[in-house]
């Protein structure tokens, strides 16, 4: 059809269950790909279900998911997806999104912010650093002095 414009369709699950995750499990913040065509979430909130689904794999931190109700930063469901074909993990995450907007009447708002950050830079011509601030290896030290002095009694 000449003229109309066609909207690319949503990766979907041929299959896909949600439900309360057993009480004693522990919510993590993680998916399991058990295979090509299979997602396997044990135990996890709708608010990490949304950094899962919208965010880089549930790790980008310069997302930030608010309102909805209480529950949905206490209660965790347990979701099993079958695809009916390979697909890779970022396709399974996308996938997750039009199975959450069904299941649980999720609406996104997506918009920009921009917030004043502070940011550490070496100011120095020959990128050297000062003469009291050490290169960081990569490893803590031992025991770790205390970062603050406990506060005197009043």
Not at 40 to 68: E, Q
Not at 88 to 94: K, M, Y
Request: charged letters at 20%; one cysteine or more.
């Amino acid at each position: 059809m000449l003229g109309q414009a066609t909207t690319p369709s949503r990766p979907t699950f041929e299959v896909a269950t949600i439900k309360l995750a057993e009480p004693n499990a522990v919510p993590k913040n993680q998916a399991l790909r058990v295979s090509p065509t299979r997602l396997s979430i044990p135990s996890m909130t709708l608010y990490w279900l949304i950094y899962t689904a919208y965010g880089d794999g549930g790790y980008n931190t310069s997302m930030s998911v608010r309102g909805g109700p209480d529950w949905a930063n206490r209660t965790a469901f347990a979701i099993e997806g079958l695809s009916s074909g390979p697909v890779t993990q970022q396709q399974q995450r996308l996938m997750l999104r039009p199975l959450l907007e069904e299941r649980f009447g999720l609406k996104v708002l997506q918009k920009e912010e921009t917030y004043d950050v502070l940011g550490l830079v070496v100011d120095r011509r020959d990128g050297r650093l000062g003469p009291k601030v050490k290169k960081w290896d990569g490893t803590c030290p031992k025991v770790m002095p205390p970062l603050m002095s406990p506060a005197p009694p009043i």
